[in-house]
């Protein structure tokens, strides 16, 4: 792939809450599974902070059980999601947005990886209005 294909290629980061949209298939979910499908033909790239994977886990784990939060962290093992580390410069990164902000610290990771990998931030959650001047964002329709 050269330099200019690189380039074209549309970069996602994915919360905790469009991963669980995706999971439960609640609203929003179709546009989630086109981004799956879109990284797996190559068409796109996905990204998650491993803070937001956590997020996602102890969520799962809170509602049903360790057992079925380890079934999820496999499932995500197998979906075409870069999971980026939490290292100083995203973490630093993170740490500035939520000075500004006051969004929840795991919501600073996504914001600050989508900055980071220049794309753009998946997320139904409201609280990412207080950071559309930041990150372009891509909306999930509410939950009913």
Not at 54 to 59: D, K, P, R, S
Not at 96 to 117: E, M, P
Request: aromatic share 8%; with cysteine; charged share 30%.
């Amino acid at each position: 792939m050269n330099e200019n294909s690189e380039k074209q290629i549309k970069r996602y980061v994915l919360d905790s809450y469009a991963i669980l949209a995706y999971l439960k298939e609640e609203t929003g979910y179709e546009i989630v599974l086109n981004r799956i499908e879109e990284a797996n033909e190559g068409k796109s790239k996905l990204f998650m902070s491993v803070l937001n994977l956590g997020e996602v886990l102890y969520i799962v784990e809170r509602e049903r059980g360790l057992f079925k939060a380890q079934e999820v962290l496999a499932l995500i093992d197998e979906l075409p999601i870069i999971i980026e580390p939490a290292d100083r410069e995203l973490t630093l990164a993170a740490a500035h947005i939520k000075a500004q902000c006051s969004i929840g610290y795991a919501d600073c990771f996504a914001t600050a990886l989508a900055q980071q990998k220049k794309a753009v931030l998946i997320s139904g959650d409201p609280d990412f209005e207080k950071v559309a001047e930041m990150v372009a964002l891509e909306w999930l329709p509410q939950k009913a």
